[in-house]
C-alpha cells in the first residue's frame, strides 16, 4: 500500500525557515517524480514544486511564488521528500501536501500545516 | 485568479448528472494532459481522472472526463451525497513552466 506521512509543520515567525519532510512506502520511491502542493486556509490547490528521479537528473521545479525561497531535495535511501522553506511569509501559511507525481499526482499524504505568523 | 477557470459552485439532485467545466488556453489544456481531483471535506484530494480521460482502476465509471480543445469536462452520473465536495482541475502549463490547478468547483447533492 503506498503511503505518504507528512511532518515538521508547526507556527513559525515571518522571515525565518522551517523544513518539511515526506517520508514515503509502498513503493520504490526513487523511480519517481515527488511533488509539493500547498493549500491556504479556505482557498484551492497551489502547485509548490517536484523533483525528478536521479534517473532524470534529480533536478526540481518550482512555482514562481516560492522560486528562490524554497528547496526541494530528496533521500531515496530512505524514501524522503523535504521542502526546505526559507525566508517565510505569512502568505506561506496552509497545508502542505506532499504528493507522488506519476501520471498525475496519484497518491497524497495527510497533509502538515504551516502557520507563518508574528 | 487562476489559469484555469472553474465554476464557483454547481448542484444538482441525487441520482442525476452534472458537469464540471475547467476553461484555460492553447499553453496549458489545448496542449497537454489534464487531470481530475476530488478533495472531501477536511481530507487531502484524491486523483479521479488523468491524461484526460482515464480513470484509476479504484474510480468507479460514474466518474468520466473530457477534453476539446482548450476547455477540459468532468462528468458525474448517478450523482450520491457522498459526492459532495471540492472538484479542481489541474493541468503543466507550457508559458509559465508550472502546473497549474483551477480554482475548485463545490459540489452540492440537494
Known amino acids: 500500500e503506498v503511503q505518504l506521512v507528512e511532518s515538521g509543520g508547526g507556527l513559525v515567525q515571518p522571515g525565518r525557515s522551517l523544513r518539511l519532510s515526506c517520508t514515503a512506502s509502498g513503493f520504490s520511491f526513487g523511480d519517481y517524480v515527488m511533488s509539493w502542493v500547498r493549500q491556504a486556509p479556505g482557498k484551492g490547490l497551489e502547485w509548490v514544486g517536484f523533483?525528478?528521479?536521479?534517473?532524470?537528473?534529480?533536478?526540481?521545479e518550482y512555482a514562481a511564488s516560492v522560486k528562490g525561497r524554497f528547496i526541494i531535495s530528496r533521500d531515496d535511501p530512505k524514501s524522503i521528500a523535504y521542502l526546505q522553506m526559507n525566508s517565510l511569509k505569512t502568505e506561506d501559511t496552509a497545508v502542505y501536501y506532499c504528493?507522488?507525481?506519476?501520471?498525475?499526482?496519484?497518491?497524497w499524504g495527510q497533509g502538515t500545516l504551516v502557520t507563518v505568523s508574528a | 485568479q487562476s489559469v484555469l477557470t472553474q465554476p464557483p459552485s454547481v448542484s444538482a439532485a441525487p441520482g442525476q448528472k452534472v458537469t464540471i467545466s475547467c476553461s484555460g488556453s492553447s499553453s496549458n489544456i489545448g496542449n497537454n494532459y489534464v487531470s481530475w481531483y476530488q478533495q472531501l471535506p477536511g481530507t487531502a484530494p484524491k486523483l479521479l481522472i488523468y491524461?484526460?480521460?482515464q480513470r484509476p482502476s479504484e474510480i468507479p465509471d460514474r466518474f468520466s472526463g473530457s477534453k476539446s480543445g482548450a476547455s477540459a469536462t468532468l462528468g458525474i452520473t448517478g450523482l450520491q451525497t457522498g459526492d459532495e465536495a471540492d472538484y479542481y482541475c489541474?493541468?503543466?502549463?507550457?508559458?509559465?513552466?508550472?502546473?497549474?490547478f483551477g480554482g475548485g468547483t463545490k459540489l452540492t447533492v440537494l
Open positions: 489541474g493541468t503543466w502549463d507550457s508559458s509559465l513552466s508550472a502546473l497549474v
Open positions: 504528493t507522488r507525481a506519476e501520471i498525475a499526482f496519484d497518491y
Open positions: 491524461d484526460d480521460n
Open positions: 523533483i525528478r528521479s536521479k534517473v532524470y537528473g534529480g533536478t526540481a
